[in-house]
């Protein structure tokens, strides 16, 4: 995507509920978490819901993923219940979280209109 689309991207879902937090390296933003409440309606949530985690490549498999993640564990998440996902295209994504502990919860499927017969 270009920087304009994710830009326009984020500003909208910062407008509708969810929070960001920006992780730095020598000063220099290098990734971003946004999550929100996992139930907004809910007047004490059961936990976040984090809709993205996303890290520079060039800062990816050198352990700022794990420290940035521990981060907002500690500063965001706490002692709640944290719900994300994980393309199934993305297996180096799914090892990542289950290296840092987090469990399969539930599976997607989805029929593409070309696949129907």
């Given amino acids: 995507m270009e920087l304009d689309a994710i830009r326009a991207r984020l500003e909208r879902w910062l407008g509708e509920g969810y929070e960001g937090l920006i992780f730095e390296s020598d000063s220099q933003p290098v990734g971003y978490a946004l999550f929100r409440a996992t139930d907004p309606d809910l007047k004490e949530p059961d936990g976040l819901y984090l809709r993205q985690f996303f890290v520079l490549r060039k800062h990816r498999r050198c352990g700022f993923g794990t420290r940035a993640f521990r981060l907002f564990q500690n500063d965001v998440l706490g002692e709640r219940r944290l719900v994300l996902e994980a393309l199934?295209?993305?297996?180096?994504?799914r090892a990542f979280w289950q290296s840092l502990g987090?469990?399969?919860?539930?599976?997607t499927f989805e029929l593409k209109p070309d696949a129907a017969t």
């Fill in 88 to 93: 199934a295209s993305n297996p180096d994504g």
């Fill in 102 to 107: 987090l469990t399969p919860y539930s599976v």
